[in-house]
């Protein structure tokens, strides 16, 4: 399914729009830069790095940057994202175009991209070039998302409050 459902050029051009915002990555205290790009349900592209900060977790990823430009313009489900990830080096051309591992997203951005699912469901490509990458549908990476349902209320019988680990005898008064 994932392989259907983005085109390989299509995947090829966000991991080069990866590799490209990549150089732009603020990563002043790791020195590992990280570039994101994701491809809306309604075909827009938008791109992110890991942008760090003196109070370090204030850091933003880059997936979750990307996603959020994504949304703040007015996308919601998102098709696919492309991840390059790995040491900061000498901008040379290979850096440009190449790293030499797999970048997973992190928990909290796999939780950020869990909000924004695409209506078929998102592709994830991790990539080290345009030409060596990886697929994996996003439902892969994430068991057991924390997800709106959660908030949808209390529970309005016993066995589904047993469900969740809620003892209904147990409730404030
Ligand atoms: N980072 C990302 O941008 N995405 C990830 O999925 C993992 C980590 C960034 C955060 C931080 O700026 C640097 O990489 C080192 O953790």
């Given at each position: 399914?994932k392989?259907?459902?983005?085109a390989?050029?299509?995947?090829?051009n966000?991991?080069?729009?990866?590799?490209?915002?990549?150089?732009?990555?603020?990563?002043f205290?790791?020195?590992?830069?990280?570039?994101?790009?994701?491809?809306?349900?309604?075909?827009g592209?938008?791109?992110g790095?890991n942008?760090e900060?003196?109070?370090?977790p204030?850091g933003?990823?880059?997936?979750?940057?990307?996603?959020?430009?994504?949304?703040?313009?007015?996308a919601r489900?998102?098709?696919a994202?492309?991840?390059?990830?790995?040491?900061e080096?000498?901008?040379?051309?290979?850096?440009?175009?190449h790293?030499n591992?797999?970048?997973?997203p992190?928990?909290?951005?796999?939780?950020?991209?869990s909000?924004?699912r695409g209506?078929d469901?998102t592709?994830v490509?991790?990539?080290k070039?345009a030409?060596?990458?990886?697929?994996?549908?996003?439902?892969e990476?994430?068991?057991g998302a924390?997800?709106?349902e959660?908030?949808?209320?209390?529970?309005?019988?016993?066995?589904d409050?047993?469900?969740q680990g809620?003892?209904?005898?147990d409730s404030?008064?």
């Amino acid at each position: 399914m994932k392989n259907e459902m983005v085109a390989e050029e299509i995947i090829k051009n966000l991991i080069r729009s990866a590799f490209e915002v990549r150089e732009n990555a603020y990563a002043f205290y790791s020195h590992f830069a990280v570039g994101a790009a994701v491809l809306s349900d309604d075909g827009g592209v938008y791109t992110g790095c890991n942008i760090e900060n003196a109070s370090y977790p204030a850091g933003s990823c880059a997936e979750t940057v990307a996603i959020n430009k994504a949304v703040s313009e007015g996308a919601r489900g998102i098709r696919a994202i492309a991840i390059v990830g790995g040491p900061e080096g000498k901008e040379d051309d290979e850096q440009a175009s190449h790293v030499n591992d797999y970048i997973y997203p992190c928990g909290i951005c796999r939780q950020v991209l869990s909000e924004f699912r695409g209506k078929d469901g998102t592709v994830v490509i991790l990539a080290k070039s345009a030409d060596d990458y990886k697929l994996y549908d996003f439902s892969e990476l994430m068991v057991g998302a924390f997800t709106s349902e959660a908030l949808s209320g209390p529970a309005d019988d016993a066995d589904d409050s047993a469900e969740q680990g809620i003892d209904p005898d147990d409730s404030a008064e």
